[in-house]
């Protein structure tokens, strides 16, 4: 059983197109994270639910919007992409918001051409 | 803004040498978290440190939190080819809203 899961694993796009990216978690956490790992990888926290309330909203474009259908979901879509975009976003979960360990899924590869 | 400076970016060491990365946060964090990332894979966590001065082992690797809880380290003695990957620290802070602020990352090379 996976515990965080990612929807699709590779996504190569247009610029200017508009996509989502789905996680889901089975470990009955609280907390879900969105994040971006560069190329250099240098990992950048971009949004925290917590029990589907936004709690951590970092500096993003706002072309980046989270939705949280329930606790156990949350999905990222991005519109108009442009080739900085391109990255590999990882999805995580914690059993509760601050200090608990978080777990990652595989990551999905954002390319955008 | 703040941040979590972590040194080095990137260690090449003979299999069975030791290592070490240190990260450095601006001001005091209420805990600071370790993760591994494999080539390839995802950050995996490794350990949390709490209490100031805090000091824990697991087998190989020694984790080190400062007393002033704004300094960490993480050393492996006797590196191993499994343990390749990137070591990233990552520190929770407090006080009007939360925030999670992430290191560089050191990129472990293991020369053959």
């Known amino acids: 059983d996976t515990a965080v899961s990612q929807t699709p694993k590779y996504l190569v796009t247009q610029m200017g197109n508009d996509k989502s990216i789905k996680c889901e978690q089975n470990?009955?956490?609280?907390?879900m994270y969105w994040y971006k790992q560069d190329s250099k990888k240098f990992l950048k926290i971009m949004f925290s639910?917590?029990?589907?309330?936004?709690?951590i909203n970092e500096t993003v474009p706002n072309r980046f919007s989270p939705k949280s259908p329930d606790k156990a979901h949350l999905n990222l879509h991005i519109n108009s992409l442009e080739l900085g975009d391109s990255a590999v976003y990882f999805c995580?979960?914690?059993?509760?918001?601050?200090?608990?360990?978080?777990?990652f899924g595989p990551g999905t590869r954002l390319t955008v051409t | 803004g703040q941040q979590v400076m972590q040194i080095p970016q990137y260690q090449h060491v003979q299999e069975g040498e030791d290592f070490t990365t240190y990260c450095n946060s601006s001001?005091?964090?209420?805990?600071i978290q370790w993760y591994k990332q494999r080539p390839g894979g995802h950050p995996v966590f490794l350990i949390q440190?709490?209490?100031s001065g805090e000091v824990k082992k697991q087998k190989r690797l020694t984790f080190q939190f400062g007393e002033a809880k704004k300094n960490s380290s993480l050393h492996i003695t006797a590196t191993q080819t499994t343990d390749v990957g990137t070591y990233f620290c990552?520190?929770?802070?407090?006080?009007?809203?939360?925030?999670?602020?992430w290191g560089a990352g050191t990129k472990l090379i293991i020369k053959p």
């Open positions: 995580a979960s914690s059993q509760l918001l601050f200090s608990y360990e978080q777990y």
């Open positions: 470990l009955g956490h609280d907390t």
């Open positions: 639910y917590n029990n589907k309330e936004l709690i």
């Open positions: 001001t005091t964090l209420s805990n």
């Open positions: 440190l709490v209490k």
């Open positions: 990552a520190g929770w802070k407090r006080d009007s809203n939360y925030q999670l602020i």
